[in-house]
């Protein structure tokens, strides 16, 4: 009995034995499996993190609307700096001059699917890696908040108006290619969606309220549009309406582009293919504004007759008036367009558009 005790316990002893020693390896290969997979998140995590740091912008949905987060304000670094700074690590183009004096620009490359949704100014606060680090409180501005049409108050300004004015790329998941596709874009065989920016910018409404506004136009004037409403906010000069021109999309180019003035508004980019093959308009190609179309109408002379077919036109067809938003020759609106190399329609002689101004490529 004793020696029978004994070998059970011996045997029990040995099965025990051999239990921890598969729970021993199991656990050694789960530790094994664990490694693998953190080694493995950290590779990636680096990869996508290398791929981003290449592209240098921080892409994210074009909707700003459904942005989330906060931005901080660069603090020591002034908005040309940080421009600059952005538009240096893009592609190293830093040298070429109108990137360069790329005052104002600021590109959010949304079309880089491997981007987080950062905000636009930590984008640009990633080149030092330590904007925020400077320990006194900066007023932040957070423009994403803001919707076009949005009336801002000195405390939404908070003294920075230059963080208003910024450039995104139109990406085809984000929300500005949902409202402009089969719209006022299309795909085409002339202009590509990589060749329109969307802005946001700030004007003076009719009220002299400060207005956020919005806008498409090439990217090659991006720049310059930019500038130009920047300019234009300092001189305080008033833009009754600045929507995307498919705000008021009625079917098709034409009936849209009266609705959009008998609205007053204030628009750049509408693909539309003129009927007969003619030539397209420099606004298909995002390179001509309209501006305060109300003030500014488009006239043609006919049997010795002007005409014109805005009714809400009529006060504005003798251009001796002195209403401030009828733009003249050498006026500061006419002035702030021409520096940046845009040619008048007011200068044409038959028909004579006063509203548009236009550089070609
Ligand atoms: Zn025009």
Redesign the pocket.
Known sequence: MESDRFRRRKQEQGRRADFLRVLLVLLAVLVVVLLVVVALVLYRDQAARKKQDAKQTAGQDQDVRQAAGREQDAGQQDAEQAAGQELDARGGKAGEPEQAEGKYETVIDEEDASAERVPIDAAEQSEDGDASGSGTAVQQVNIRKFQPGDVLSEEDLAGQPEKFFKAYRIGRKGGVFARINGRSYRDNPNIALSDLRYLRMLHYNFDHEIQVGEMVCNKAIAKDVLAIFRELFEEEYEVQSMYLIDNYWTGDGDSTDTASIDVNNTSCFCYREVTGGSKL???AYGR???INPQQNP?IWQKNGQWHWTHRNADPFIDRSGSDPHMVKEGDVCFNIFAQHGFSW?GNWSNPI?Y??F?KKG
């Open positions: 308009s420099n606004h001509a504004i309209d488009y329609g558009d509203q548009h236009e």
